[in-house]
């Protein structure tokens, strides 16, 4: 071998070499930003508890609380509401087949009373008796 490769190939695997120690404190530093985003996102359990007892039971409500529990309020309201419309419906078109059936079955009975009572005449005899 040359010099001249001999020179290239230890500057190729200096190089080599540099870019393995840069990328592996560049994961080390990744790792580290990684654990500030976690304490940035996540608090500690003792700051979430302080920060949910933060208003004592007798202070009075910000406005914001105020407004969402109206929010929550009237959402439960209006749910509720299309709750109980929904079963009123359902209970009406129940009733109102029921109530179908009923006169279906009925009139079929008249039908039948009237088909077995005929007596050949037209209005049926029974309906135009005269009584002295």
Same mark, same amino acid.
């Given at each position: ?65 105020? +407004?969402?529990?109206?929010? /929550?309020?009237?959402?439960?309201? %209006?749910?509720? #509401? $299309?709750?109980? @419309?929904?079963? =009123?419906?359902?209970?009406? +078109?129940?009733?109102?087949? /029921?109530?179908?059936?009923?006169? %279906?079955?009925? #009139? $079929?009975?008249? @039908?039948?009373? =009237? ?18």
């Amino acid at each position: 071998m040359t010099w001249r490769q001999v020179f290239l190939l230890s500057g190729f695997s200096a190089l080599v070499f540099l870019s393995m120690l840069r990328e592996g404190t560049a994961q080390a530093a990744g790792e580290e930003a990684s654990e500030d985003a976690k304490q940035k996102i996540f608090m500690q359990e003792s700051d979430a508890s302080n920060f949910l007892k933060r208003r004592g039971k007798r202070s009075p409500k910000s406005q914001d609380e105020v +407004n969402a529990e109206g929010r /929550q309020k009237l959402r439960a309201d %209006e749910l509720r #509401r $299309e709750y109980h @419309e929904e079963q =009123r419906n359902e209970f009406e +078109n129940f009733v109102e087949e /029921q109530n179908d059936e009923q006169e %279906e079955r009925s #009139r $079929e009975a008249v @039908e039948q009373w =009237r088909q077995w009572h005929y007596d050949g005449l037209y209005p049926s005899y029974l309906y135009n008796r005269h009584h002295i």
